[in-house]
Nanobody, 126 residues
Framework: QVQLVESGGGSVQAGGSLRLDCAASGAVWNVNFLGWFRQAPGKEREGVAVVYIGGGMTYYADSVKGRFAISRDKAKSTVYLQMNSLKPEDTAMYFC???????????????????WGQGTQVTVSS
């Protein structure tokens, strides 16, 4: 089992920045990918950014490319999501997710992630 604990959400005005942290514990040696999904009210949960723990390759949703940056600290089993130039449409509950799968290029498929955090709210006002 892998446990995920998120921190760092909050409220910010448009154009501002926030950083989300996700600390993994438990059987972390099995985790291949660790990253972030988000879900706005009435919408499907969507992938935001994911990092391959082994090689550090990163994957981003088109809507956040150039504004968000995901990074990982392997020693701390922690991933970070730096969110800059935030927009009101970024408002959502953000969830940390982990998978032991190889994903096969389907990083945004939420069904392939076995472990989920409780979520942290990000609210961006205009």
């Amino acid at each position: 089992q892998v446990q995920l604990v998120e921190s760092g959400g909050g409220s910010v005005q448009a154009g501002g920045s926030l950083r989300l942290d996700c600390a993994a514990s438990g059987a972390v040696w099995n985790v291949n990918f660790l990253g972030w999904f988000r879900q706005a009210p009435g919408k499907e949960r969507e992938g935001v950014a994911v990092v391959y723990i082994g090689g550090g390759m990163t994957y981003y949703a088109d809507s956040v490319k150039g504004r968000f940056a995901i990074s990982r600290d392997k020693a701390k089993s922690t991933v970070y999501l730096q969110m800059n130039s935030l927009k009101p449409e970024d408002t959502a509950m953000y969830f940390c997710a982990a998978t032991t799968s190889t994903l096969g290029g389907r990083w945004g498929n939420k069904g392939l992630y076995k472990y989920w955090g409780q979520g942290t709210q990000v609210t961006v006002s205009s």
